[in-house]
């Protein structure tokens, strides 16, 4: 499975970006999906997590309320919706997909994520 983020880019605090992940897989709804950031000096963590449905999601604490995660099965593609972003947002973010969870299940581990996209770069300025 090939992912593809886009989206990314340079913003100032208080504005919103949207990214977008498109997998190669013909059947995408059979992989739970993740949003990952990881910034330079810290270790990756989780942003948001998605089930197979989209019935389920997931989110860290810091961007509940902020971020939200979707999907569209039919165009095989995973969105995050970024709002009110902070300069704490800054760092690349990956997309990854976890093709062993059932229908409803979201799981913010990232070792359960066996495909990773290049990552997209978000830079938010004060």
């Known amino acids: 499975v090939q992912l593809v983020e886009s989206g990314g880019g340079l913003v100032q605090a208080g504005g919103s970006l949207r990214l977008s992940c498109a997998a190669s897989?013909?059947?995408?709804?059979?992989?739970?999906m993740g949003w990952f950031r990881q910034a330079p000096g810290k270790e990756r963590e989780v942003v948001a997590a998605?089930?197979?449905?989209?019935?389920?999601?997931y989110y860290l604490d810091s961007v509940k309320g902020r971020f939200t995660i979707s999907r569209n099965n039919a165009k095989r593609t995973v969105y995050l919706q970024m709002n009110s972003l902070k300069p704490e947002d800054t760092a690349a973010y990956y997309c990854?997909?976890?093709?062993?969870?059932?229908?409803?299940?979201?799981?913010?581990?990232?070792?359960?994520?066996?495909?990773w996209g290049q990552g997209t770069q978000v830079a938010v300025s004060s």
């Open positions: 897989a013909r059947t995408f709804s059979n992989y739970a």
């Open positions: 990854a997909a976890d093709p062993d969870q059932a229908m409803n299940v979201v799981t913010e581990r990232d070792a359960e994520y066996d495909y």
């Open positions: 998605i089930s197979r449905t989209g019935g389920r999601t």
